[in-house]
């Protein structure tokens, strides 16, 4: 059987298109919907206009804003993390959610678990001011900081056990190879 070159479209859809190899290609657009944009191409979150008091975002909206998945937002939803409000059947996104996946970023940026990032998302809500939840943050930036210091300061032992094992090695090998 004869293998013709495929020229994809813009689209990246070809269903046609049979590899060199003759085995047929599996129509990943189909199965998993358009491919992603590059994180570079996505619109940053604040571009979804959070001033806009009676905004609602879409679950995709805010899947790209974040650079996000839909099913992440949704498992954040089962995790309680995020709770919108429905029509029906459809999930309706608020400033309000976009504020809680803002916070839910930063905290796992911090290195927070899932059960600290609700709890401190409780405290976003039980503190009008906010008061609470930022205590709660600078003990676990203090935290956080001491814990890095700590592997920094294990990482940079090992480099130099590791740099002192090289000069040793190459010393015995000047040693023996004259």
């Known amino acids: 059987m004869a293998v013709k070159d495929v020229t994809l479209p813009k689209d990246g859809l070809a269903k046609d298109a049979i590899p060199k190899d003759g085995a ?3 129509d990943l657009a189909a199965k998993d919907g358009p491919r992603k ?43 309680g993390l ?11 996104y608020t400033r309000r959610e976009r504020a809680r996946l803002h916070l839910i970023q930063r905290g796992k940026n911090l290195g927070f678990s899932l059960e600290e990032i609700r709890d401190w998302l409780a405290l976003y809500d039980a503190d009008p001011n906010h008061l609470t939840q930022a205590r709660a943050v600078i003990q ?10 700590k592997k920094r300061a294990d990482i940079d032992r090992a480099l130099k056990d590791l740099r002192d094992i090289k000069t040793i090695a190459l010393n015995h090998l000047d040693r023996h190879d004259g």
Not at 82 to 92: C, D, E, F, L, Y
Request: net charge positive; hydrophobic share 35%.
């Open 24 to 26: 047929p290609k599996r």
């Open 140 to 149: 676990r930036v203090e935290d956080t900081i001491t814990d890095l210091m």
């Open 37 to 79: 944009k590059a994180r570079d191409d996505m619109p940053d979150a604040a571009m979804l206009d959070p001033q806009a008091p009676d905004r609602q975002f879409t679950i995709g909206e805010l899947a790209e804003a974040f650079g996000l998945t839909t099913r992440a937002i949704r498992f954040y939803e089962s995790k």
């Open 82 to 92: 995020i709770s919108p409000p429905r029509k029906g059947v459809a999930r309706s």
